[in-house]
């Protein structure tokens, strides 16, 4: 075996003249990946239309050479390389050849020899035993063999959602038959034609080197600072460097385990580990780009550990990597329920997710305290979202905050955690959260905002009327059953306009956030467009105390419950611009307690006349 690195500039039809192998700890075929609502996925059509592009340009005579990138490999002593770099393009390769000789089979057409002996051919050992042999195998357990049911002509039965290996082989190969069918058709002699150019003008650089080391470190130098392959990537590739290949089976696991973890609960894997690093180490620049993640890995080994204990960070992520995929689902770390992470999600939306970089930093947090640090991060997520504190901001407000909660030890430093981030945060903007709900229209705010507003004030009250456990999920006034209602109706009738007087038709009297109350559909479509007076009529039949009452107070008792709670209502028995803007006033006023905002400020200022005692006693 040659003990330099040796740089190949080969067609594809001298590349697979040579036997290759995945090995086991490379990162799985992603190429034919789709969300999950079926986009993403189209790194095989551009791979496939480059190609086309240059081969339509051809003639008679000549034809322009495609490149196709670089592939790392070496070879142990079994003569099949070991690919190090390029398994994307390569194993896409094998797949459009295997997809070539399909669509000539399935004409019933003649198959070259060469492209069956591209795709597999037979193998003499020393011994003189010769034994079949695809081109290409992939040893991770991921893809289960079924490359080679491809390879042998097999791909309509091939399994296609056992993993997710094998889902993106048969996305990939269903991608290639398509575009072959749409590019040649039935022809026969075309499809010849493309399998000759594909074959013997799409080139590729084959590096290869005389041991795994040197053959991972070039891989590191090619995709230096994300360049082909994102910080993911190249972090599996820094840790497999640090191993022992000893550990290579371990480690292998630990990876697969914690990217499956983050792939069934939706998660981008970069943005974890942006999260996660953000979460854990002390970083200069809060920023951090995704795309400058590797580099500071590479500069932060004293601080993670992973140069030194591969083995054990790679646990380090898998651990955190489930305790995201947890909290993706509205859970703690142990997987139980916390109210606070799902009303912030429907408060955010999916697309809003800096408060995990919170809650990575804290989750080692005794459950009760964590469960405070999640309600917490509801009540601010919501001040900032609504006061329009802009998103650079509250994340380095997230970022310093969880600096602060993973120092956290003791119940005490928890408290001071609490008032110097939760509580500050709303005195600092608690203000500016009232004149954003004062001046608040439906257009402001997406849908799903108002409605999880609107949410919580009702809720609210139906805890402090019938109590706290049996109204503790926000779901039942989120759901589609739940609609908001304007009292003055968008299309308002004349008998409702007249009834309203001056402003019926304002729209802004119309989408201001005091017209708007929570109302079950059932209900809704009874009350429709009528007046005022009408829908008060149905108005008492919802099962929302606030909804009951907007015309009046209900009669049960003198001093129970539900009384004490219905005396904090703004019931309006009739309904004008004057209404409007007193239930607005209302609203901004209340959700100063639905959100705990009050109680921070008189605790602040408890706080400052405590120390003022001190003071003057000292």
Known sequence: MSKTI????LSLARVFQSYYRVPDYQREYVWGEKGPKGEGGDQVDQFLQDIQNEFEAATDDDAPEYFIGTTVVWEPKDGVFDLIDGQ?????????????RDALVELSATVPPSLIDQISSSHTDWRGLTEPRMRLELQYEDAGGVLSEYGAGRGAEAPRTTTRSIRNLANAYGTIREFLRDKFGHDADQLRRFHGY????????????????????????????????????LLKNLLFMSAKESQFATLKAEWKDLTQELFDAGEKPLRFLRYLILASYDVRDSKLREEDIYDWLTKASAQTGHVVDP??????????????????RGENPAGGLEHGLVNTRALGGSAIKQHFVLLLAGRHLPPAQFTRLCDGIEQVMCLWLFAGVPAKDYERSIIAAARAVRAVKTPVEFEA??????FAEKRAHHQKFVTALQALHTWDVRQFRLKYFLAKVTQYFDMQAYGRQQHEALAPYLSSA???????????TPTAAGEFGKGARDQYVIASLGNLILLEKSVNSVASNASYSAKCEVY?????????????????????????????????????????????????NTALDVWSIREAAVQSQTDAASKNVEAVEA
């Open 417 to 422: 955690f609490e008032k110097g981030f939760v």
């Open 6 to 9: 040796d740089s190949e500039d």
């Open 540 to 588: 008492p039949s919802s099962k929302f105390l606030l909804t009951r009452c907007q015309q009046k107070r209900l009669k049960v008792g003198k001093n129970d419950q539900i009384t004490r709670a219905m005396q904090r209502l703004d019931p309006a028995p009739e309904w004008s611009s004057a209404a409007v803007e007193q239930r607005r006033d209302w609203y901004a």
């Open 311 to 328: 083995l054990g960070f790679a646990a380090t992520l898998k651990a955190a990597a489930k305790a995201y995929a947890h909290f993706s």
């Open 482 to 492: 739940v609609e908001v209602e304007h009292v003055l109706a968008q299309g308002v």
């Open 198 to 233: 594909f074959t013997n003008k799409v080139k590729l650089i084959r590096i290869r080197t005389p041991g795994v080391s040197r053959a991972l470190k070039i891989f590191e130098t090619i995709n230096d600072r994300g360049i082909g392959l994102d910080g993911m990537d």
């Open 88 to 100: 994307q393009r390569t194993t896409t390769s094998f797949l459009t050849l295997c997809a070539l």
